[in-house]
């Protein structure tokens, strides 16, 4: 009798890497999953060079089609810097990927190892997993940062929507050749939901809820 293939009800989202991760995910799809598996695959090349022939409008489509379809598969991927922009020639510095993923998405990520009884483990007695959730939306992942080319101040500024009145902080006075800067920001809906996805997930794994934060903020 031939074999049948397991048909898989509903699409994925398959979001091709970068380098040798290319090489190894196709030889993983070709060996120990497309022999078995009907797949309705909804396919983005996240390789430097599309993100670049894109203006990096293929990571924000993958991640749309990440919410639309729940279920998807990244490989790793390059974040420039300034020697891949000259390698690749890029038009500019694309951000990370993951950070545009992670911010569309609104969500936590979390790592968990994945045990296997014939595989021995660095701790032999570590027999119980440690998953870490981290917060993955803002910060970082969406700060916009500038080059200070001379003397001048740097002020914060917020302006309340439909209001005439305005926040401004001297944030530092230039007095030299200049410097950087940075500007960060989160959102009072997104560390909720990062509680709430913590919380759910210790719930479903019956698993006790530690949080870890920085001892001090510069």
């Given at each position: 009798?031939?074999?049948?293939?397991?048909?898989?009800?509903?699409?994925?989202?398959?979001?091709?890497?970068?380098?040798?991760?290319?090489?190894?995910?196709?030889?993983?799809?070709?060996?120990?999953?497309?022999?078995?598996?009907?797949?309705?695959?909804?396919?983005?090349?996240?390789?430097?060079?599309?993100?670049?022939?894109?203006?990096?409008?293929?990571?924000?489509?993958?991640?749309?089609?990440?919410?639309?379809?729940?279920?998807?598969?990244?490989?790793?991927?390059?974040?420039?810097?300034?020697?891949?922009?000259?390698?690749?020639?890029?038009?500019?510095?694309?951000?990370?990927?993951?950070?545009?993923?992670?911010?569309?998405?609104?969500?936590?990520?979390?790592?968990?190892?994945?045990?296997?009884?014939?595989?021995?483990?660095?701790?032999?007695?570590?027999?119980?997993?440690?998953?870490?959730?981290?917060?993955?939306?803002?910060?970082?992942?969406?700060?916009?940062?500038?080059?200070?080319?001379?003397?001048?101040?740097?002020?914060l500024v917020f302006v309340p929507e439909g209001q005439d009145e305005k926040t401004e902080l001297e944030v530092y006075n230039f007095?030299?050749?200049?410097?950087?800067?940075?500007?960060?920001?989160?959102?009072?809906?997104?560390?909720?939901?990062?509680?709430?996805?913590?919380?759910?997930?210790?719930?479903?794994?019956?698993?006790?809820?530690?949080?870890?934060?920085?001892?001090?903020?510069?």
């Amino acid at each position: 009798m031939a074999f049948e293939k397991i048909k898989v009800a509903n699409p994925i989202v398959e979001m091709d890497g970068d380098e040798m991760t290319r090489i190894f995910w196709q030889s993983i799809k070709e060996k120990l999953i497309f022999p078995f598996l009907e797949l309705d695959i909804k396919y983005f090349d996240l390789g430097l060079p599309h993100r670049d022939a894109t203006d990096d409008k293929v990571t924000v489509e993958s991640a749309e089609a990440a919410l639309k379809y729940n279920v998807a598969i990244k490989c790793a991927t390059i974040t420039p810097d300034e020697a891949r922009v000259k390698e690749f020639n890029l038009k500019q510095m694309w951000k990370s990927p993951n950070g545009t993923i992670r911010n569309i998405l609104n969500g936590t990520v979390f790592r968990e190892p994945i045990i296997c009884k014939n595989i021995p483990r660095l701790v032999p007695g570590w027999t119980k997993p440690i998953c870490i959730g981290r917060h993955a939306f803002g910060d970082q992942y969406r700060a916009t940062d500038a080059v200070i080319k001379g003397p001048g101040k740097l002020k914060l500024v917020f302006v309340p929507e439909g209001q005439d009145e305005k926040t401004e902080l001297e944030v530092y006075n230039f007095t030299g050749a200049g410097g950087v800067a940075l500007s960060m920001y989160n959102t009072d809906e997104s560390i909720r939901a990062f509680g709430d996805a913590s919380m759910n997930t210790a719930y479903q794994k019956k698993w006790p809820l530690y949080l870890s934060t920085k001892k001090y903020y510069s």
